[in-house]
């Protein structure tokens, strides 16, 4: 398998417009998770979803922020409009629900919002 | 409520240096712990895990046993190299969703 994919890697944005991350989780995982991670702020869970529905959303930071997973494959992290403090990297992360075993991680997406 | 404590970093070692890295828990039930690293550039991956009290991780020469009467999980490597230079994450998490974790500790070993 190819783990968990993310795109883009690197995205540099101006204030105000919109950003979309994108996460393919791995094949057969039914949870899907987003985190962000910055220096001051350290690795925050946002949202995570199970079998594409959304779980806990208690850790998106504002109405900016929304998250979708249309179906299994394939999730969405949408800031509109962005804003400089966003500027972090982004990761997606699946895990299955069988098997006692842990969250893969994608390799991120540093957003810089300028 | 749940949460993890790491040791503030960053821990900087002369390579073959003993290596502990402290964590420490707050969990309402009997979660699974963890210990992920993260490489620069990188997602994180997993670098091992317990899933019971006094059950033993180990992986790559790094070990870290369950202690639930001190609700520790403490991350220990006899030799480190130059390559374990990255930052490691302990986490907690019930029934493998949801996840909790801590800070981050950031390592440089030196040669």
């Known amino acids: 398998d190819a783990g968990v994919i993310q795109s883009p890697r690197h995205e540099v944005t101006e204030m105000g417009q919109e950003v979309t991350l994108r996460c393919k989780p791995i094949?057969?995982?039914?949870?899907l998770f987003w985190y962000r991670q910055t220096m001051m702020r350290g690795l925050e869970l946002l949202i995570y979803?199970?079998?594409?529905?959304?779980?806990?959303d208690s850790g998106m930071p504002e109405d900016r922020f929304s998250a979708k997973m249309p179906n299994a494959s394939f999730s969405t992290l949408k800031i509109q409009p962005s804003e400089p403090r966003d500027s972090a990297v982004y990761f997606c992360?699946?895990?299955?629900?069988?098997?006692?075993?842990?969250?893969?991680f994608g390799q991120g997406t540093r957003l810089t919002v300028v | 409520g749940n949460s993890v404590t790491q040791m503030e970093g960053p821990v900087t070692l002369s390579e073959e240096a003993f290596l502990t890295i402290n964590c420490t828990y707050t969990a309402t039930g009997y979660p699974s712990l963890f210990w992920y690293v993260q490489y620069p550039g990188e997602g994180l991956q997993l670098l091992l895990k317990a899933t019971k009290a006094d059950d033993k991780g180990s992986n790559k020469g790094f070990e870290a046993t369950y202690r639930k009467e001190t609700t520790s999980f403490h991350l220990e490597k006899g030799s480190v190299q130059v390559s374990d230079s990255a930052v490691y994450f302990c986490?907690?998490?019930?029934?493998?969703?949801?996840?909790?974790f801590g800070s981050g500790t950031k390592l440089n070993v030196k040669p």
């Open positions: 992360a699946s895990s299955p629900s069988r098997g006692n075993t842990e969250a893969f």
């Open positions: 986490a907690l998490s019930y029934n493998f969703n949801k996840f909790y």
């Open positions: 979803f199970n079998n594409n529905v959304p779980i806990d």
């Open positions: 094949s057969g995982h039914d949870y």
